[in-house]
């Protein structure tokens, strides 16, 4: 039997491979690829059988990237999984007041704005391709800290100095899997649609107005 293989947005540490390990558990064979346009990739050219990728944050909205490959290619949505994002502070240094520069991807720093604006008014904030490069860098440089998962401080044997640093105790990202085919009918599905609408008055009233009468409770709009 063909062992399963599935994509996610990489590198090594990131939330993305943690989404996919618990929805795929460690049988499973791993690539992890550089953008959300490469796991599409691997997934329609059928290198891979299944894609996760981030799709929506509760603090920071949709992930345009997901959307915007969702509509151009021919992949579907098989499945959804709601991951709690815990962000902590990896760091080598002995004190916050050490610290003269911050790594993280540009989310995970949106996610912790309030806690970085109290606890490191003074540091450089540097952007980085992933929250798991961010761990590279502290690991490197002593008076640095990075915005990671507890997975990237494993990884990259960074300590962690402050853990649950996000703003919102809430916070999650909801990751989706991508498959050729769609999974099959459960009775309790969500589904994703895409639609335009003509340049009129009340154009999307009457959108709306369609599924109100056909029972469907709609839990997102953008």
């Known amino acids: 039997e063909k062992q399963l293989r599935v994509a996610y947005l990489g590198p090594e540490g990131t939330f993305s491979q943690l989404a996919a390990r618990r929805l795929f558990g460690l049988q499973a064979q791993y690539r992890e690829c550089a953008t959300i346009e490469a796991v ?15 799709f929506e944050n509760s603090t920071e909205g949709a992930v345009s990237m997901t959307s915007d490959a969702l509509l151009e290619g021919n992949l579907m949505i098989r499945q959804e999984y709601v991951l709690p994002i815990a962000h902590c502070l990896l760091s080598q240094a002995t004190s916050l007041s050490r610290i003269t520069t911050l790594y993280s991807h540009p989310p995970a720093l949106g996610q912790c704005r309030n806690w970085i604006s109290k606890h490191l008014p003074r540091a450089t904030v540097v952007q980085t391709t992933s929250t798991s490069a961010a761990a590279r860098e502290a690991k490197a440089d002593d008076r640095a800290a990075a915005i990671a998962a507890d997975i990237a401080a494993e990884i990259h044997d960074v300590p962690i100095a402050r853990a649950n640093i996000q703003d919102r105790s809430e916070n999650a990202t909801r990751f989706v899997v991508l498959g050729k085919e769609d999974a099959p009918a459960t009775g309790t599905d969500r589904t994703t649609i895409a639609f335009g609408v003509a340049d009129q008055k009340g154009a999307l009233r009457r959108v709306l107005t369609v599924l109100e009468e056909s029972n469907v409770n709609l839990t997102r709009i953008e």
Not at 44 to 54: A, K, L, N, R
């Open 40 to 54: 599409f990739e691997a997934t329609s050219s059928g290198d891979t059988t299944y894609g996760v990728v981030p």
